[in-house]
């Protein structure tokens, strides 16, 4: 059989967090060795794999039209005579694999998050028209070791060290799309790190729904140290965490392991204690603002991100000014904020005092515009500052090149030098609401 010889294109669509983003890297390490390479547009493709997301109701509806405009696809190349192989993936298909089925014909494989190391066996069986066209099982946590070695591509990378999360905060499908809370093995983590090292990368993300529930056979702070160490890894971020999981060693580490980049994405969803409550956080917010203080005390310089959900059931104007006061007092160098979207199945849909779609816009453009004025304040602040950047490719203009400053922000600079992997000094001489431009400083050699 010439199979695995021909190659064979393969087109992945990623929505949702960056579990996703991991995941589809992980599904082309699994389809390479059959012979897929990845190509830029649908239409090319023999195998289409759409990564999708459950999290609100929009990202969810997107999948549906998406299926519908690879069904052109679909049908343009069986004129040609040729097959194309549509497969749904992620925390729909976890969530609503037989639904899938019933509503998209034109669909052969739905397959969910937990059995992504099956691909072969079930393309193969698609292949085959053996009219089984669903595999949405959420069992197996072997998954992990049955991906094969990591392919790095580029000077940062994800790694996942953690899955699915039992926090059940009342609005969220995490818990029923990606189950339980899963911690890998440490020494896996370590192998998969020095690999990643050894290939060029220089910073590493480690994921989770919960990353900093991470317990394995070693503590998240303990892991994290046992990372700084490998030779060549410079940066260490992490994402996403929940605030009752940030522990007096995590946070001091903080402060001791200059690896450990001074960004941290932590979600609040909510200012108001009712409010937190009833969304289930297990933390009110003065927990939120000492956790905030301690961090700062350690390093005076960390930048916070956070995640805010506006209009969720019972929010009144008071608990809503709580959650402009949290942001007022805190500040953050970043925010996402959603209005609260009712997701099937989970105890929030089922409470009573729905928020108003006219007030919940109204409430997320005040938020919005608070939270865009201190990120450009922050960036702002930035100006005549000093900051390593790490450079990962070309700038937007040609005699630029971009790269990330440690708290994450994009920077643009004037330099025709850096290579990709280096870490170098740029002046920042500006800054907008998304990024910061620069120049490299070029050091007298007295002063190096
Ligand atoms: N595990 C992470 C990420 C969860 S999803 C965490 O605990 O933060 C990312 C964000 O989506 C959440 O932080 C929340 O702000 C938002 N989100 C989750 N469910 C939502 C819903 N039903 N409606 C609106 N936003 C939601
Ligand atoms: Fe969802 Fe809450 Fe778990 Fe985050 S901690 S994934 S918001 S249930
Ligand atoms: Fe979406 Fe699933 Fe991530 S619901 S946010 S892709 S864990």
Redesign the pocket.
């Known amino acids: 059989m010439s199979e695995g010889r021909t190659p064979k294109g393969l087109f992945i669509e990623t929505y949702g967090?960056q579990m996703n983003v991991y995941d589809s890297e992980r599904m082309r390490d699994v389809l390479a060795p059959l012979g897929y390479a990845p190509v830029d547009k649908p239409d090319d493709a023999d195998l289409v794999v759409l990564n999708t997301c459950h999290?609100?109701e929009k990202a969810t509806e997107k999948v549906y039209s998406e299926i519908g405009r690879l069904r052109a696809h679909k049908e343009r190349r069986a004129g040609e005579g040729k097959g194309m192989t549509i497969a749904i993936a992620g925390c729909v298909a976890q969530a609503e694999g037989e639904e899938i089925i019933r509503r998209a014909p034109e669909v052969d494989l739905v397959v969910g998050p937990q059995a992504y190391h099956k691909l072969p066996e079930l393309i193969a069986r698609a292949a085959r028209k053996t009219g089984e066209r669903l595999a949405a099982d959420f069992t197996a946590q072997e998954r992990f070791d049955a991906l094969p070695a990591r392919a790095a591509d580029g000077v940062t990378a994800f790694l996942s060290i953690q899955e699915g999360?039992d926090?059940f905060?009342t609005?969220?499908?995490?818990p029923y799309t990606r189950g339980a809370e899963y911690s890998r093995p440490l020494a896996d983590v370590m192998t998969e790190a020095r690999s990643l090292a050894e290939q060029g990368v220089r910073e590493i993300t480690l994921l989770g729904?919960?990353v900093n529930a991470y317990h394995g056979d070693a503590s998240f702070a303990d892991l994290v140290r046992a990372l700084a160490r490998i030779d060549g890894l410079e940066r260490l971020r992490y994402m996403?965490s929940?605030p009752v999981e940030m522990t007096d060693d995590l946070i001091g580490l903080h402060g001791d392991e200059p690896k450990l980049m001074p960004f941290l994405h932590l979600?609040v969803?909510s200012g108001s204690d009712r409010i937190l409550k009833a969304m289930n956080r297990k933390h009110d917010g003065a927990f939120f603002r000492d956790i905030i203080a301690r961090l700062r005390r350690v390093r005076p310089d960390i930048a916070l991100s956070t995640?805010?959900?506006v209009g969720f059931p019972g929010e009144r104007e008071q608990d809503f000014e709580d959650t402009m006061q949290l942001v007022r007092d805190i500040g953050f160098a970043s925010a996402?904020s959603?209005?609260?979207?009712?997701?099937p199945g989970?105890p929030?849909a089922a409470m009573m005092g729905h928020v108003d779609e006219a007030v919940q816009n109204e409430r997320l453009q005040r938020l919005q515009k608070l939270l865009f004025e201190q990120q450009r304040a922050f960036n702002e602040s930035q100006v005549g500052a000093v900051l390593p950047v790490l450079v990962s490719g070309n700038g937007r203009r040609p005699g630029q090149k971009y790269g990330r400053s440690p708290y994450l922000q994009a920077v643009h600079f004037d330099d025709t030098q850096a290579r990709d992997g280096d870490i170098v000094p740029v002046r920042i001489l500006a800054g907008t609401q998304n990024a910061l431009a620069g120049a490299r400083v070029v050091l007298t050699p007295e002063v190096a």
């Open positions: 967090c999290i609100r999360c926090k905060c609005f969220c499908v995490v729904q919960n996403t929940h979600p969803q995640d805010f959900i996402y959603f209005k609260y979207s009712p997701r989970t929030a």
